[in-house]
Each structure stands twice: as structure tokens, then as C-alpha cells.
T-cell receptor, first 113, second 112 residues
Framework: GAGVSQTPSNKVTEKGKYVELRCDPI?????LYWYRQSLGQGPEFLIY????????DSGLPNDRFFAVRPEGSVSTLKIQRTERGDSAVYLC???????????FGQGTRLTVV | QKEVEQNSGPLSVPEGAIASLNCTYS??????FFWYRQYSGKSPELIMS????GDKEDGRFTAQLNKASQYVSLLIRDSQPSDSATYLC????????????FGKGTRLHILP
């Protein structure tokens, strides 16, 4: 596609449920980033993929969060046993190479009730 | 010291004036620096990238980089009300596996 695509745009889930957020990067982009953004804050780094492997997952807040990118393209961020504190906008970005500018999708707004 | 620091603002600038946004970073060997604009309720949009010391101009925007001082800035000339947004500074941390880290952003308000 022409840009980074994230689905769903909005997700409301109950506390304790499992959610999956999907990111489809720009075609040919090898690097893929996940960020979380709360109101009034900058994007908080979660995980970064180069190809299929996670180059850096140091931003994942705990073991309830996990992300995969099995074929080096689409990525899925998975959150188990969701908590109200997980409510935020989850942003995905991709770049052609790991050292160049990244372009964002429209984000997924996750609300845990 | 935080990895990327910005004054949160809000910064209020009269229409037509120059808006100056500043950012400092902690990684001495960083080589890649970006400015993103984010409107309320939208995702960040890349507006400038800079890799070498000095100035880089693109239309009304000028990015300035000083690696010795670990400082990057964004100037917006002839500010317009449509420039009102949050501006995010981003740095690729070469000592942290090349991940892109963002500052908290500076809210800019252009006064008509």
C-alpha cells in the first residue's frame, strides 16, 4: 500500500481480555516500530524490528506485551490480560532502512474498560 | 538525563513571526535527527530530517543541527495558524541498536 496501515482504528475491550493490533508497513520497508502514546506525551518506544527479528524490545512494559513479524512485513502487537492502564494510542511506523526517517500509520486507539 | 528533551510549552507566537523549537539529546554518536508535526487526534507526520551539522531549509522550515552541543532546532518562518500543533523531535540512538526515540513534544500555538 501507499502508506502504513493499522487495524483496527479503535478497539474497546474489557479488562482482562486479549487484544491484537495489526500493522501493515509501507512495501519494501525493512524496519518496523511500535510506539504507545498517551495524552500529552510523546510516542513511547515499545519494540523495533529489522526484518523478521526484534532488534530491540526493551520498551515492552511487561510480559503481557508481545509482538511478532513472521514474514518481515505485517506485524502484530499482542496484549494479554489487558489492564485499564494499557489504554492509549498504539502507533506503528516503518522505514526503508533502520537509520532513515520513519513514517507512521494512523494509530489504533485502545480503550480498556 | 533523558535521551531526548524538549520544552513542553505551550509556545505562543504571533502570526507571521518566527517560531523556534529546540531539542537536546544525550547520545553523542547519534547521526540522524527528525522533526515531526502532530495535530490533535492525528498521528505524527514527518516534516524535516537532518543528518549533518548546520542548517537545512525546506520552504518555511529550517532545521539546525549542532552535534558538538547535542542540540537540534526547528525554525518556522512566517508562522501560520495552521502551524499550531505539537512538534516532536526524534533521534536515532546509535548506542541503542538504532531505535528512534522521541521527545515529549512542544505545543506550538500561533496567535492570529
Amino acid at each position: 500500500g501507499a502508506g502504513v496501515s493499522q487495524t483496527p482504528s479503535n478497539k474497546v475491550t474489557e479488562k482482562g481480555k486479549y487484544v491484537e493490533l495489526r500493522c501493515d508497513p509501507i512495501s519494501g520497508h525493512t524496519a518496523l516500530y511500535w510506539y504507545r502514546q498517551s495524552l500529552g506525551q510523546g510516542p513511547e518506544f515499545l519494540i523495533y524490528f529489522q526484518g523478521t527479528g526484534a532488534a530491540d524490545d526493551s520498551g515492552l512494559p511487561n510480559d503481557r506485551f508481545f509482538a511478532v513479524r513472521p514474514e518481515g512485513s505485517v506485524s502484530t502487537l499482542k496484549i494479554q490480560r489487558t489492564e485499564r492502564g494499557d489504554s492509549a494510542v498504539y502507533l506503528c511506523a516503518s522505514s526503508y532502512r533502520g537509520r532513515r526517517e520513519a513514517f507512521f500509520g494512523q494509530g489504533t486507539r485502545l480503550t480498556v474498560v | 538525563q533523558k535521551e531526548v528533551e524538549q520544552n513542553s510549552g505551550p509556545l505562543s507566537v504571533p502570526e507571521g513571526a518566527i517560531a523556534s523549537l529546540n531539542c537536546t539529546y544525550s547520545d553523542r554518536v547519534s547521526q540522524s535527527f527528525f522533526w515531526y508535526r502532530q495535530y490533535s487526534g492525528k498521528s505524527p507526520e514527518l516534516i524535516m530530517s537532518i543528518y549533518s551539522n548546520g542548517d537545512k531549509e525546506d520552504g518555511r522550515f529550517t532545521a539546525q543541527l549542532n552535534k558538538a552541543s547535542q542540540y537540534v532546532s526547528l525554525l518556522i518562518r512566517d508562522s501560520q495558524p495552521s502551524d499550531s500543533a505539537t512538534y516532536l523531535c526524534a533521534v536515532i540512538l546509535m548506542n541503542r541498536d538504532d531505535k528512534i526515540i522521541f521527545g515529549k513534544g512542544t505545543r506550538l500555538h500561533i496567535l492570529p
